[in-house]
């Protein structure tokens, strides 16, 4: 009975503390909403912030209208709130405007500094939302705009959040209002100076920078220790984001070069038109997406799923076709078959540009390829980590097909002596042309990475092919773990000197490295043993 009777009593006290304070925010909210008929953008901006502070539950939509052009003022300097369906609604009262609307309603105003009011405004208002994501991105519009009006919500905010993330964002958010604050104490903007620091980015660096003339001599250092602390993270940073690109860049050469690497190691065929294999498979993957856009576009998910064993049955069958018809007849001919296969990339080139035409063609990414994700600070794509996994799972699976198969043991047996494997019954040229077919549509599911990050055209293997060749050369001809170490160094080191050198600068470093490290091993990395190899 005893705690009905309390509870009746804080109900009651409730009530009536709801009924004093309503008055209060309706009287404060009027005065604030009169100043936006003033048509000053100084007005404006201090309106802003006076309904931002009222306590006001319709603060929000208020200023959310102002901020997409819904927000008019009239006669009498009252205010109306125009919603989609273009009724106006008093923005004091949220009741309907009777009658016919008000005649000379203009639109409040809005610039450059009136929109930082309102995001900063905003962000005070959503930074108690229940919604965790509505918190974090309204610390970070405090953060961004260092409106001082917000700080008491702000430290409403920090002491009831849960979340620890969300909270250190609420807490770099009020550091950044309290170090420009020339009015606060010199202890609290140096203490503001570090967490600053702490933050480590672009944004946190720009802040330390825009000291206002005249701080103090100890906040200044102790802004320029911040400064060269974010530098050096940065520079780290960069780095190591640089050796990623290098990671990717060096897959990407992987999947082009890996299946050069099998046919050059066991025919000896300079096969200029291994990039056209590489540009039928982004073409294959090109037609799956336009199929399954007109017939079935809830596939389209699976569209590169569906585009890799068609890839490599296409390059691999045109694979076959250029041996069985052009190369079987040229072996022991170097010469010759680098200018044939030179001429059959030609007749490709021509051909995918009769069918499909000159210009680029447009291959979507699939869901779970797009985006970017963050990671120790470091900005990774979905697309290019998915193209890494998808290099080495080729890489891997290649290996297991040479080691722990017949074909592989035939193939190994032809590299290594080819008329010792003639004698044992192996039918050498058949090895020779499933190798080739083998290497080309290896080419072809390469061309379908690449089509997630290239143009798809009809020069689209002509950008791989002599990085190729080099790969292969500088890791061992036929070695594919020689081909796995020759691209990944290629690719890193291209991508550590593009920042000092630049892109062409850094290209033509890497060929004049590889001419003078096989002027030391001519072999490469790796070299493959055997009988035929060493005579």
């Known amino acids: 009975m005893r705690r009905l009777h309390a509870l009746a009593l804080a109900l009651c006290a409730a009530l009536l503390t709801l009924a004093l304070t309503a008055p209060v925010h309706a009287a404060a909210l009027q005065e604030a909403l009169a100043r936006f008929a003033a048509d000053s953008y100084g007005e404006t901006e201090t309106a802003i912030g006076e309904v931002a502070q009222s306590g006001d539950p319709r603060s929000a939509e208020i200023i959310q209208a102002l901020a997409e052009g819904r927000l008019l003022y009239g006669p009498g300097r009252r205010t109306y709130i125009k919603d989609k369906s273009a009724a106006l609604f008093d923005a004091a009262t949220g009741e309907s405007a009777a009658g016919e609307p008000p005649a000379g309603l203009k639109p409040v105003r809005v610039n450059n500094r009136i929109r ?9 208002l959503t930074l108690l939302s229940p919604d965790p994501a509505k918190r974090l991105e309204a610390a970070q519009a405090v953060f961004k705009s260092r409106n001082a009006a917000a700080l008491p919500t702000l430290q409403t905010a920090i002491e009831r959040e849960p979340d620890r993330r969300i909270k250190r964002v609420m807490s770099e958010a009020q550091a950044a209002i309290i170090f420009l604050a020339s009015d606060r104490p010199e202890l609290d903007r140096l203490a503001a100076a570090s967490v600053i620091a702490e933050r480590a980015d672009g944004d946190a660096q720009a802040l330390l920078r825009n000291l206002p003339p005249g701080a103090p001599e100890r906040l200044r250092e102790a802004a320029q220790r911040g400064i060269d602390q974010i530098e050096s993270r940065l520079a780290i940073l960069k780095a190591a984001q640089n050796v990623f690109y290098g990671l990717s860049l060096g897959s990407v050469l992987l999947l082009a070069a890996i299946g050069l690497a099998i046919t050059f190691g066991v025919m000896g065929i300079i096969n200029m038109a291994h990039g056209e294999m590489v540009m039928l498979g982004a073409y294959t993957t090109f037609a799956v997406q336009e199929v399954i856009r007109t017939s079935a576009p809830g596939l389209f998910d699976m569209s590169l799923l569906i585009a890799l064993p068609l890839a490599f049955l296409v390059a691999g069958g045109v694979g076959v076709a250029i041996e069985r018809t052009v190369i079987r007849f040229l072996y022991g001919r170097p010469l010759e078959t680098l200018l ?7 007749i490709l080139q021509q051909a995918v540009r009769t069918i499909f035409g000159p210009n680029n063609r447009e291959v979507g990414n699939p869901s779970f390829m797009s985006g970017s994700f963050e990671l120790f600070g470091i900005a990774l794509t979905w ?14 699976v290649l290996l297991f097909v040479l080691k722990f198969t017949a074909f592989g043991l035939r193939m190994r047996a032809v590299v290594q002596n080819r008329r010792m494997a003639a004698s044992m019954g192996i039918r050498t040229n058949w090895i020779d042309a499933a190798t080739f077919g083998l290497g080309s549509g ?54 550590v000197l593009e920042p000092f050198a630049g892109a062409v600068l850094a290209k033509i470093l890497m060929l004049v490295f590889i001419i003078l490290f096989i002027q030391k091993r001519p072999r490469g990395l790796f070299a493959l043993k055997g009988r035929a190899v060493e005579a």
């Open 116 to 124: 930082r009011a309102i995001e900063s405004a905003m962000g005070g």
């Open 340 to 346: 044939a296969t030179w001429g059959v990339s030609l």
């Open 383 to 396: 697309s290019r980590l998915w193209i890494v996994v998808f290099s080495l799972g080729v890489f891997f």
């Open 442 to 495: 290896i080419a072809g599911i390469a061309g379908v990475a690449l089509s997630q990050i290239d143009n798809v055209s009809p020069n689209l293997g002509q950008s791989y092919i002599i990085d190729s060749f080099m790969v292969v050369v500088f890791g061992g001809v036929g070695n594919l773990w020689g081909a796995l170490v020759g691209a990944l160094t290629l690719g890193v080191a291209n991508k």
